[in-house]
């Protein structure tokens, strides 16, 4: 059942069901519909309703729109398997706007008009903040794919879990070993001037510090600037390795004017595919990255030891080995990070599993039992590898990934385990009454 | 009067002159069109959209779209005076008679998809991107049917979804009451205002259930208030959508019904001098409101209300910035506008003549027009281009049930060609294109404009001096809009 997104009126839906509910019974019990028969051992055939909150709209509709295949792709995947609790499950789906507001008005409609078991998705920050103190209110658990530390941080509630992908400050920590290590151990930091920057500079300061290394130059750059050059003077010359963040519509320009600048010989350099998710590495005026080396949540392009969990994830989201959609080459997807709703999608139901969640009555049980979670193996419920979920701070932590630029195709040339980017709890939800 | 039998009289006068040399004549003056506007796109080597679009030198673009259209002034200019006038002379076509009860039955079926449409507002897919009631309202009506209007004449009068509706109702019924002739169409404009603050300021004007309740209250309202004042002056003067798609119909070569004929873009909007102010503020509060649109996405603007561009806080952060900065943008316009005509005005006359800007301002503003439908084609071309697979997906799936009527809905919506500087190119020369060409279609129309406003060689070019600046500063504004960074 992929009924995604329908308007959910309860008399009709409950009319609905008690009208087809014998029929469909019927079918299935003599085998007429056998993909249906998965669902006929439940107390209740009633679907599971996860209320996925959206991009659809806003500045974060690029990633709001791989967001939405994803999850459509892992709830096929689920259904087919049999559901959740021997139940269907289904999507509703509502624009958050991107908007802190709308996406607290959004978790309400889940609860109150939709009738919503869970809630689910989003990846900016701000909406994450804005909505999860209704959730709390709501006592709706949320699910949410952002990365940010703020649910690590202790700054959220007990109802708002980040169960599927990895917070920043963890992304940031793992890649200083590597960095120290290999590409060299006097750093400058190019940043944007504001909160996400300054994050960077903060967590990586101190985490390539701890390695031996060296923070030589922090330049930041104010987050209107469009030109770069004036601020590459500043790059001290003994600088072994650039590490930069630079993110909005100015980044190509960075790139371009930085290979100006350097010219053939440059130290190395290191960025986050932030920046670069869905644009194509291999597009004109990109070659100056040829051999710099980026953060990548998720390996875009398959590799040559890729694994049958990417290889069947791939296929199921309709991605190419390119990290492209299979229906058009130059539709790169946010490979990077969508691989996060997957197994969020894939914790709830094994959280659902383990709790016997029944119906909104059991909500709270259902938070215990992802709280309890610890190690997940890589396996098609995780194709982006091993997670290892921390229930007093409901973050998730898992292997990160270095890739090379050769020959305009990304090359893992390292992969930072779970400890590199382990750091101390900062918060216990668990103390936090329901 | 005397300019509309003037133009009666040319009208009966080409139709007895030589076709064939007319035509000539109306190619010859769009291949000079064409050639100005694309000269150059010769220049634009590296165009892209966002981040490919800030790679390319931007700055020689603008001068020289800047130039093209200060050429295109300097070439009206040159000709005689009278040439440009003949451009917009129209051709007469035979007449095609197409019974009223037709326009009836298509405006009901109208009525019914409407109300359709607000069903699955209410009963459909919860995402905007799957609903085809946000989809049809912001994509096909407000993006696509404005320019179905500006290029094949007046449709709406057939797929309005209320006259048929009230031909059946209320037809033979004298109205109740009247619309006070000093309101003009005063109504439409404030009402086109509030429209523009609900796409650009509301929190969620896609959200289908927010959408249906807005939409029909309106569809009631447009209908009670054709019932009591009459459905002619109602749309006519009130109805905003009425207002402006029929403004777009006068841009376009056809028109249909009793006397159809066919001319240069723009012929059907001087046929008869604009005299109605409350007209003339709504032409330049569709231009004014489309420019504030893309300028509040700019890194520019969100720097000057104090927003990071870089980490944008969503739309409940900026509803009385974007509500502000609305109304101020379309009064700064018409500031603007009204500026550029008194200095030409004084020019034409000396500043003895001030009687004269009033009408001045009325009759030029419809120059205005063509930019408006220039900034609109360029501002929503890529988000159409996005916009209307969605359309099809949902044609193909309405209910949200995973179905794919009519074989639609089977491939996955792409956006690729946003993101590979090759097509982002071929697109942002498109809107690029369309802006020149709108300046400079504007710019022919501002001079038949002056060509009845004012007597003489010397007072029909000093009468446009002024817009004629403006209209090249627009321009600059126009291509720097579109080669901005965007944050929003």
């Excluded at chain 1, 997807?333 to 029944?358: P, R, V």
């Amino acid at each position: 059942m992929t009924n995604i997104g329908k308007k959910t009126s309860l008399l009709t839906r409950r009319r609905a069901l008690q009208g087809l509910g014998a029929g469909v019974g019927a079918m299935a019990a003599t085998g007429v519909l056998p993909g249906l028969s998965r669902f006929a051992h439940a107390q209740s055939s009633a679907p599971i309703k996860i209320g996925f909150q959206m991009h659809a709209t806003g500045i974060g509709a690029a990633y709001g729109r791989w967001y939405d295949r994803t999850t459509k792709a892992a709830v096929e995947r689920i259904n087919g398997m049999g559901g959740i609790n021997g139940r269907p499950v289904e999507i509703v789906t509502e624009d958050d706007g991107t908007d802190p507001k709308r996406g607290a008005e959004v978790l309400e409609k889940f609860a109150n008009q939709h009738g919503c078991d869970v809630a689910f998705g989003t990846l900016f920050s701000h909406v994450v903040i804005g909505s999860a103190p209704r959730a709390g209110e709501l006592k709706l658990p949320y699910f949410v794919v952002s990365e940010g530390h703020h649910v690590a941080s202790g700054m959220l509630n007990r109802y708002t879990l980040q169960p599927g992908i990895t917070d920043v400050k963890s992304q940031v920590q793992s890649m200083a070993p590597f960095v120290a290590a290999n590409l060299g151990k006097k750093v400058t930091m190019i940043f944007p001037d504001f909160a996400f920057g300054h994050d960077h500079r903060d967590f990586f300061t101190e985490a390539v510090t701890a390695q031996g290394g060296e923070v030589v130059a922090q330049i930041a750059i104010p987050p209107t600037e469009t030109s770069f050059t004036r601020y590459f003077p500043n790059i001290p010359r003994d600088t072994d390795v650039i590490y930069h963040v630079m993110v909005g519509p100015a980044v190509l320009t960075f790139v371009k004017e930085l290979g100006e600048f350097f010219g053939p010989s440059r130290p190395e350099i290191f960025g986050f595919i932030d920046s670069l998710e869905a644009v194509a590495i291999n597009s004109p005026g990109l070659e100056f990255l040829e051999g710099t080396y980026f953060w990548e949540g998720n390996p875009r392009h398959a590799q040559a030891d890729q694994s049958s969990h990417d290889k069947m994830y791939r296929a199921a989201v309709g991605v190419d080995d390119l990290g492209a959609s299979v229906s058009d080459s130059k539709d790169v997807s946010t490979y990077a990070h969508m691989f996060g709703c997957w197994e969020t999608l894939n914790i709830i139901k094994a959280g659902m599993e383990a709790s016997g969640y029944q119906g909104p009555a059991d909500r709270s049980k259902l938070i215990e039992a992802v709280e309890a979670m610890s190690d997940m193996p890589m396996s098609d419920d995780h194709p982006q590898g091993p997670k290892r979920f921390n229930g007093k701070t409901h973050q998730t932590f898992g292997v990160q990934y270095i890739s090379k630029v050769t020959d305009g195709k990304l090359v893992v040339a390292h992969t930072a385990s779970i400890d590199d980017g382990l750091y101390e709890d900062e918060v216990d939800y668990t103390t936090q009454s329901f | 009067m005397g300019v509309r039998n003037r133009h009666v009289d040319r009208i009966r006068e080409m139709a007895s002159g030589s076709c064939r040399a007319r035509w000539a004549f109306v190619i010859r003056s769009f291949a000079i069109a064409l050639v100005a506007v694309m000269l150059p796109g010769l220049a634009w080597a590296h165009a892209a959209e966002q981040g490919f679009v800030l790679l390319m030198p931007t700055d020689i673009y603008i001068a020289a779209g800047a130039a093209t259209v200060a050429a295109s002034i300097a070439l009206v200019g040159l000709v005689p005076v009278q040439t440009v006038v003949r451009v917009f002379r129209p051709f007469p076509l035979r007449a095609m008679q197409c019974p009223e009860q037709a326009a009836t039955v298509v405006s009901l079926l109208s009525t019914l998809l409407f109300l359709a449409l607000i069903w699955l507002g209410f009963n459909g897919p919860n995402d905007p991107l799957a609903n085809l009631l946000p989809l049809t309202i912001w994509t096909l009506l407000w993006v696509v049917f404005v320019v179905l209007q500006a290029v094949f004449g007046d449709l709406w009068r057939w797929l309005n979804p209320w006259t048929g509706l009230y031909r059946v109702v209320s037809a033979s019924r004298t109205p109740l009451f009247q619309l006070p002739q000093a309101a003009r169409s005063w109504f439409a404009v404030v009402l086109l205002i509030l429209l523009n603050l609900f796409a650009l300021a509301d929190l969620a004007p896609d959200d289908p259930e927010r959408l249906a309740v807005v939409a029909l209250a309106y569809w009631v309202i447009t209908f009670l208030g054709m019932l009591l004042f009459g459905a002619q002056d109602w749309l006519a003067r009130v109805e905003v959508f009425s207002v402006f798609f029929r403004l777009m119909a006068r841009l376009s070569p056809f028109r249909f019904g009793a006397r159809p004929a066919i001319g240069w873009p723009g012929w059907q909007a001087l046929e008869r001098p604009q005299t109605d102010p409350s007209r003339a503020v709504f032409c330049l509060v569709l231009l004014g409101s489309g420019s504030f649109d893309g300028l509040h996405e700019t890194f520019w603007w969100l720097a000057q209300i104090g927003i990071n561009p870089l980490e944008f806080p969503g739309r409940s952060a900026v509803i009385w910035p974007s509500t502000l900065g609305l109304l101020a943008g379309n009064i700064v316009l018409v500031a603007i506008f009204a500026l550029a005509v008194a200095a030409g005005v004084a020019l034409a006359y000396g500043q003895e003549q001030r009687e004269r800007l009033g009408p001045a301002f009325t009759a030029f503003s419809v120059s205005i027009l063509p930019i408006a439908l220039g900034y609109h084609v360029a501002h929503y071309l890529p988000s159409f281009l996005v916009q209307i697979q969605y359309v099809g997906a949902a044609l193909g799936d309405p209910f949200g049930r995973g179905w794919h009527l009519f074989g639609l809905g089977h491939g996955h919506v792409t956006t690729g060609f946003l993101n590979n500087a090759a097509t982002v190119r071929v697109l942002w020369l498109t809107q690029a294109g369309a802006v020149l060409a709108s300046h400079v279609i504007s710019v022919l129309m501002a001079h038949h404009v002056a060509v009845h406003l004012a007597q003489g060689r010397s007072a029909v070019l000093r009468c446009q001096a002024g817009l004629a600046v403006l209209m090249i500063v627009y321009t600059i504004f126009g291509l720097w809009l579109l080669a901005s960074p965007r944050g929003v």
